[in-house]
T-cell receptor, first 115, second 109 residues
Framework: GAGVSQSPRYKVAKRGQDVALRCDPISGHVSLFWYQQALGQGPEFLTY????????KSGLPSDRFFAERPEGSVSTLKIQRTQQEDSAVYLC?????????????FGPGTRLTVL | DAKTTQPNSMESNEEEPVHLPCNHSTISGTDYIHWYRQLPSQGPEYVIHGLTSNVNNRMASLAIAEDRKSSTLILHRATLRDAAVYYC??????????FGPGTRLSVLP
């Protein structure tokens, strides 16, 4: 079946612009996660949804970052007034549930470059 | 969060076995050991996980020390496609995955 998809794959933004990144999880997956991956580093957790509820947003670096999953499927990560330090790959992952050892399935990521 | 320590990089020859070590001396009794890998320009993908016993699947084997303070991911015959960054992660129920920098594996033809 189809895996996790993300769009766009690449995004270039001028500093100060708002961006929206989309994630289509695997159908039927309850849990959805967003990660940020800087160059040469491992992914870092941003936020977690269980269906439409955002249960953990402890990793969001500032109030410029906002995520939603209004119908419990597709999710959007929005970054307002982008800064150069926001340049990174943004990864989305989904899983059936959140409990360990549940496997997370990752999308290919969106590479954001802020000029 | 529990921490893991992995070598920054390793090299292997194609078709030879590879042993990727991971130290996790502060592991708790309910932490599962997960391995993911990330191929160039892709998101991480699941490799294997275990709790106490050694595990085998079609991709790899996971050998867990008796005291659980270390583990080893074993690729039985490395191929060029196995060149990736390998992450060893400890995760308890309901916790988030915490990725370290991982081990960059190079496979030489």
């Amino acid at each position: 079946g189809a895996g996790v998809s993300q769009s766009p794959r690449y995004k270039v933004a001028k500093r100060g612009q708002d961006v929206a990144l989309r994630c289509d999880p695997i159908s039927g997956h309850v849990s959805l996660f967003w990660y940020q991956q800087a160059l040469g580093q491992g992914p870092e957790f941003l936020t977690y949804f269980q269906n439409e509820a955002q249960l953990d947003k402890s990793g969001l670096p500032s109030d410029r970052f906002f995520a939603e999953r209004p119908e419990g499927s597709v999710s959007t990560l929005k970054i307002q007034r982008t800064q150069q330090e926001d340049s990174a790959v943004y990864l989305c992952a989904s899983s059936l549930y959140r409990g360990s050892p549940d496997t997370q399935y990752f999308g290919p990521g969106t590479r954001l470059t802020v000029l | 969060d529990a921490k893991t320590t992995q070598p920054n990089s390793m090299e292997s020859n194609e078709e030879e076995p590879v042993h990727l070590p991971c130290n996790h001396s502060t592991i708790s009794g309910t932490d599962y050991i997960h391995w993911y890998r990330q191929l160039p320009s892709q998101g991480p993908e699941y490799v294997i996980h275990g709790l106490t016993s050694n595990v085998n699947n079609r991709m790899a084997s996971l050998a867990i020390a008796e005291d659980r303070k270390s583990s080893t991911l074993i690729l039985h015959r490395a191929t060029l496609r196995d060149a990736a960054v390998y992450y060893c992660i400890l995760r308890d129920y309901g916790q988030n995955f915490v990725f370290g920098p991982g081990t960059r594996l190079s496979v030489l033809p």
